[in-house]
T-cell receptor, first 114, second 115 residues
């Protein structure tokens, strides 16, 4: 158990809809990272928040957005969903806002868009 | 363009022997490297890491070697145990500009430990 929690575990929705994925980091960690794992692209970094502020962006689509709240939990919002958005979404946390530290991953949310 | 490459999709090793998983990278700005292990339906689990100022790091049965000139790292597991059967991901990050970076992952190697 990494100490990172994610809800829900599974989500099935239709094209065009909007969903919100939730992540709680390990106690004491200030950074939250979001990753997408799809069959063809592997694990890809989407976005990072550090202590409530956006810190780094990866391959995140404009239809996707995230935020980190004062209690440090984070939400990833996916809108205008397409079939290709079906994937596993992982959240990770680390104590620092900089690279050079290991990241601890949650169990993931499996999103299926039909 | 894959910046982190794991060229072996799968590897089969006998129990008790050494498992060697390889990883190559192309981005010379990477300066911190990590290995993760992943079981189906679970998130990646951190195993071991190495900074670019070192060429070796050891933790129990796991040793990571870094060859900066070749842009190559490897993970050695010795002795291999049945519970080591999983997908192993190599990942890299850079401290370019002092900012934060997400991890760049390879596509993974499926390690199978044969009894």
């Amino acid at each position: 158990d990494s100490g990172v929690t994610q809800t829900p575990k599974h989500l099935i929705t239709a094209t065009g809809q909007r969903v919100t994925l939730r992540c709680s980091p390990r106690s004491g960690d200030l950074s939250v990272y979001w990753y997408q794992q799809s069959l063809d692209q592997g694990l890809q970094f989407l976005i990072q928040y550090y202590n409530g502020e956006e810190r780094a962006k990866g391959n995140i689509l404009e239809r996707f957005s995230a935020q980190q709240f004062p209690d440090l939990h984070s939400e990833l919002n996916l809108s205008s969903l397409e079939l290709g958005d079906s994937a596993l979404y992982f959240c990770a946390s680390s104590p620092s806002g900089q690279g050079g530290y290991e990241q601890y991953f949650g169990p993931g949310t499996r999103l299926t868009v039909t | 363009d894959q910046q982190v490459k794991q060229n072996s999709p799968s590897l089969s090793v006998q129990e008790g022997r050494i498992s060697i998983l390889n990883c190559d990278y192309t981005n010379s700005m990477f300066d911190y490297f990590l290995w993760y292990k992943k079981y189906p339906a679970e998130g990646p689990t951190f195993l071991i890491s190495i900074s670019s100022i070192k060429d070796k790091n050891e933790d129990g049965r796991f040793t990571v070697f870094l060859n900066k000139s070749a842009k190559h790292l490897s993970l050695h597991i010795v002795p291999s145990q049945p519970g080591d059967s999983a997908v192993y991901f190599c990942a890299a990050s850079g401290r370019s500009g002092g900012g934060a970076d997400g991890l760049t992952f390879g596509k993974g190697t499926h390690l199978i430990i044969q009894p």
